[in-house]
């Protein structure tokens, strides 16, 4: 198994062998901000190699079963190397490395999930002998796979996201050409060996590295590709659906999260959940809580509760056991945090803690006296900066909510059974949790938005359901 060592150079991975292409691409330590390791930089004839060798191994046989032992061993593997996934999450992404073995725990979950969903794919009887001039008939269907499926990933949870879309593909019987985020590839790759590893067929998983927009370029114009599975931005999720022609495309893509506290909630409870959970990845999860709308009477109380969770976040090295919140994905993007938050001071905010940045850390940053035009609120921040703003009705609240572009998952914090109805019904997500953040997720839930976070569920049962085509079979008796 490869560890991630200064000064090592990665392949491709296509039909099993690992190929070091001539131009290599960067990738830094996110902390501080050295070359850490190289990456082969796919061309044009690798990605249609990896898609011709793909749509030859969805050709052999692969059983349910044998997907299962495959799903489940690589899991056993994952597992055992959690440290060692750990350790280059914590150098490739900046996350901390108590919450980078957390994902770890979690992709290996993924995976079971995945081998176990693998022996539960089933069709139906459909009652076609109910039809007049049917008697002498009879139906059932099953499920088969897609065929050749690209699954493009996000750099946020690079081990987690790539489960999410590999488990189930795979489980499902299919082939995955697999691109991770150029700034994050080295778990994928080292994922790719795991499952080699773990014994599966040759071919069935290809992972290429290398620049996002060609790579994804060529995989649009391969007709091989029967789905494409993407995770990210929804300014690239809503190219590759206007790319993919009459392809099946699913897509997870950004949020604005917001989360609501009414006057009849645990306030203590919802301070710790939501100072956890607007500052976990730098902020860099798309249901990390952005917008909170708190019931004006608790405003005060519920800040003041807020401010002091959050002060105790550390900032730093997230090699260091301690560290709470590391380095943003790059220094840009931090720039680009500071100078939201800047302009949502110049247009009346005020920045009620953190607010400063350097280099690639920006501090958990709370705002007060927003409006629901600043970029801060509109927008995705993507990065760790949470606004609060008051509200007095529950209906003017909803409304908030659902004034956004996305919908990808909402909190509510309240003990009010009547009020959390109403937001189930009335509040525009793809989930909705009730005491506590915008920001749960359990692998096996369906997860997914609607407007522009995306549409399509992951979550292994949902992914499969979506990476598997319905057959219906008619037997003339
Ligand atoms: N809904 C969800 O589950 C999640 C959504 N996200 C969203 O992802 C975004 C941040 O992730 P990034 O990696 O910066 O997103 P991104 O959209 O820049 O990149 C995502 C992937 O797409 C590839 N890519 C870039 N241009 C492409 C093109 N023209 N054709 C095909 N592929 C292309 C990249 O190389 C990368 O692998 C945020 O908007 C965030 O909300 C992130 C994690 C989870
Ligand atoms: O959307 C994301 O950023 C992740 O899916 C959230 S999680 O899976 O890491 O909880």
Same mark, same amino acid.
């Given at each position: ?52 060798? $793909?749509?030859?191994?969805?050709? %052999? ?13 690589? %899991? ?5 190397? =959690?440290?060692?996934? $750990? ?20 992709? %290996? ?40 499926? $690209? ?35 080295? =778990? ?115 800040? %003041? ?173």
């Amino acid at each position: 198994m490869t560890t991630l060592t200064t000064g090592k150079q990665y392949g491709l991975f296509i039909n099993g062998k690992w190929e070091q292409t001539a131009e290599m691409m960067e990738v830094l330590n996110k902390y501080n901000q050295e070359v850490t390791a190289h990456i082969s930089v796919a061309e044009k004839e690798h990605v249609d190699a990896a898609v011709q060798g $793909a749509k030859e191994a969805v050709k %052999a046989p692969f059983s349910p079963y044998a997907r299962y032992e495959v799903l489940m061993k690589a %899991a056993q593997l994952l597992v055992e190397r =959690c440290e060692e996934f $750990a350790q280059v999450l914590a150098l490739e992404v900046g996350k901390p490395i108590r919450e980078s073995r957390g994902e770890i725990e979690r992709a %290996a979950q993924t995976l079971v999930i995945s081998a176990e969903e693998a022996k539960r794919i089933h069709g139906e009887g459909i009652p076609v002998e109910a039809a007049p001039g049917s008697e002498n008939r009879m139906a059932f269907t099953v499920r088969v796979p897609v065929g050749v499926i $690209a699954a493009i990933t996000p750099f946020n949870v690079p081990v987690n996201l790539v489960c999410h879309k590999i488990g189930p593909a795979l489980a499902a019987g299919n082939s995955v050409v697999l691109k991770p985020a150029e700034v994050t590839p080295i =778990c994928a790759l080292m994922l790719a060996e795991l499952m080699e590893e773990a014994g599966l067929p040759k071919g069935r998983l290809q992972v290429l590295t290398g620049g996002g927009a060609e790579i994804g370029e060529w995989l649009l114009e391969n007709k091989d590709v029967n789905m494409f599975t993407f995770t990210g931005s929804p300014r690239v999720g809503e190219y590759i659906r206007s790319k993919a022609g009459l392809r099946k495309v699913a897509l997870e893509l950004g949020n604005n999260s917001a989360t609501i506290v009414h006057n009849d909630a645990n306030l203590e409870q919802a301070a710790s959940l939501i100072a956890q959970k607007s500052f976990n990845n730098a902020g860099q999860v798309c249901i990390s809580v952005q917008r909170v709308y708190v019931q004006e009477d608790i405003f005060a109380s519920f800040i %003041a509760l807020l401010k002091q969770k959050t002060e105790k976040l550390v900032v730093g090295d997230p090699s260091d056991e301690s560290t709470d919140i590391g380095p943003m994905i790059r220094i840009g993007e931090a720039e680009r945090v500071e100078s939201w938050v800047n302009e949502a001071v110049e247009q009346g905010a005020t920045i009620a803690l953190g607010g400063k940045r350097n280099g690639a850390l920006y501090e958990p940053t709370i705002l007060t006296h927003v409006n629901d035009d600043m970029k801060v609120c509109r927008q995705e921040v993507f990065g760790p900066v949470v606004s609060v703003a008051t509200y007095k009705e529950k209906d003017e609240v909803i409304a908030k909510v659902n004034d956004s572009d996305y919908g990808l998952q909402a909190g509510l914090f309240t003990n009010d059974l009547q009020f959390a109805m109403k937001a189930s019904r009335e509040i525009e997500v793809g989930g909705l949790i009730v005491n506590d953040a915008s920001a749960y997720r359990v692998d096996h839930m369906p997860y997914g938005g609607v407007k522009n976070s995306g549409n399509g569920k992951e979550g292994p049962k949902y992914a499969i359901e979506e990476m598997t085509e319905e057959r219906i079979i008619v037997l003339n008796l």
